[in-house]
């Protein structure tokens, strides 16, 4: 089965840039999507299509994917963006979700 | 408002079951397909299972496989999860998603969540 790999977490500081990595076998050639998820709440979908923003998602919120490694990047990173990323992807009809990374803005 | 709100989780014994239901509201649901996934506590993001609009196509992870079953009533808007034979490893917080674009399956992000039903297994 497809595996996603993530960092279990990643620190920056407030007004910095944040970049979430998501390793998989050829992932370039898959579309990934991307979801944040505040404590005690669902996820929220950040990223589709590996760049796709939807409404009312910052622009500070970027994703590129080729290679080997989807990335979620997150610019001007404000103290609100602290949450758990997971990226997520289809194998085979089944969805196949990354570890999950804690983003703490110091 | 687009919405969805899960129902039917609580405390089980081992191999015993539980039922959980999703009622979505403010989009028409038979355009969309619909999952299930769940969070242990403490864990990550954990696909279980999804279903065409048209019931068409169904998916299960293989750690359920043969053990939950997913259906929908579109006449009814919901969703619906039947899970059997529970484990301690099925303890989570179950979230019903809907899947982004209409009449597809399995390729697009899961733009709208509920906030999850908790389902508890212990003797």
């Known amino acids: ?106 | 408002e687009v919405q969805l709100v899960e129902s039917g989780g609580g405390l089980v014994q081992p191999g015993g079951s539980l039922r959980l239901s999703c009622v979505a509201s403010g989009f028409t649901f038979d355009d969309y397909a619909m999952h299930w996934v769940r969070q242990a506590p403490g864990k990550g993001l954990e696909w279980v299972s999804g279903i065409s609009w048209n019931s068409d196509t169904i998916g299960y992870a293989d750690s359920v496989k043969g053990r939950f079953t997913i259906s929908r009533d579109n006449a009814k808007n919901s969703l619906s999860l039947q899970m059997n034979s529970l484990r301690a490893e099925d303890m989570a917080l179950y979230y019903c998603a809907k899947e982004e674009e209409k009449h597809s399956y399995g390729s697009d992000a899961f733009e709208i969540w509920g906030q999850g039903t908790m389902v508890t297994v212990s003797s």
């Open chain 1, 1 to 106: 089965s497809y595996v996603l790999t993530q960092p279990p977490s990643v620190s920056v500081a407030p007004g910095k840039t944040a970049r979430i990595t998501c390793g998989g076998n050829n992932i370039g050639r898959k579309s990934v999507h991307w979801y944040q998820q505040k404590p005690g709440q669902a996820p929220v979908m950040v990223i589709s299509y590996d760049g796709d923003r939807p409404s009312g998602i910052p622009e500070r919120f970027s994703g590129s994917n080729s290679g080997n490694t989807a990335t979620l990047t997150i610019s001007r990173v404000e103290v609100g963006d602290e949450a758990d990323y997971y990226c997520q992807l289809w194998d085979s009809s089944r969805g196949v979700f990354g570890g999950g990374t804690k983003l703490t803005v110091l």
